[in-house]
């Protein structure tokens, strides 16, 4: 069954606290993003990878950190640094990132919420 | 900048009828353009996607027309379903070292009556 994974559907961060959320996905993608999506608004881009070992901020990369060591794996680590990470975190993946037009389609996972206890 | 707590435009219809969702965009460079479907607590779903080189292009149900001269983007549904309930977002690809990168709109909330 392919697809994209998003674990854990539900988290809950204390004060102070290091979070990881897990991204993976099989269907071979060369590209990976992370979005964050609050109430009532779109998604703003946070991170994103086009090949492995290699990442590059997005609109709102502050408090957060990621990392490519595998083509299908993406962890975002929400860190103590954001003050305010109640929110759905989105992962998604694409093909490819140049060429076709139609390798830009970004795939998307089920989401993680994220709470602060 | 960032806009907090806005509230999302809404559209209701009856079921059977026709909906017709739009989308302003601003960057003139964007060559691709996608809409996406998300329903409550669920990733977005693809549903259609337009090149900037085309005016119009029809899925199942589905239609999307492009006016490049005003930066405008509508998603057409025809006999709307109950199912078709769901926040629909655009997004565009500005091309060039842009590439991969979208740019998601705020969304429209659609409700479906049967």
């Known amino acids: 069954d392919g697809g994209i994974t998003q674990s854990p559907k539900y988290l809950f961060r204390k004060e102070g606290q290091n979070v990881t959320l897990s991204c993976e996905q099989n269907?071979?993608?060369?590209?990976m993003y992370w979005y964050r999506q609050d109430p009532g608004q779109g998604l703003r881009l946070i991170y994103y990878?086009?090949?492995?070992?290699?990442?590059q901020k997005g609109d709102i990369a502050e408090g957060y950190s990621v990392s490519r060591e595998k083509k299908e794996s993406f962890p975002l680590t929400v860190t103590s640094a954001q003050k305010n990470p109640t929110a759905f975190y989105l992962c998604?993946?694409?093909?490819?990132?140049?060429?076709?037009?139609?390798?830009?389609?970004?795939?998307f996972g089920a989401g993680t919420r994220l709470s602060v206890l | 900048g960032e806009s907090v707590g806005l509230h999302l435009p809404t559209l209701s219809v009856q079921e059977g009828d026709n909906s017709i969702i739009n989308c302003a965009y601003s960057n003139s460079a964007s060559d691709y353009f996608i809409w996406y479907k998300q329903e409550s607590g669920k990733g977005p779903q693809f549903i259609i996607d337009i090149r900037s080189n085309m005016d119009k292009r029809q899925g199942q149900r589905v239609t999307v027309l492009l006016n490049k001269t005003v930066k405008h983007l509508s998603l057409q549904i025809a006999a709307t379903q109950p199912g078709d309930s769901a926040v629909y977002f655009c997004a565009e690809n500005a091309g060039g070292t842009s590439y991969g990168k979208l740019t998601f709109g705020q969304g429209t909330i659609l409700t479906v009556h049967p």
């Open positions: 990878s086009q090949i492995v070992n290699d990442f």
């Open positions: 998604a993946s694409s093909p490819l990132t140049s060429g076709e037009l139609a390798k830009n389609i970004q795939y």
């Open positions: 269907l071979n993608h060369d590209a």
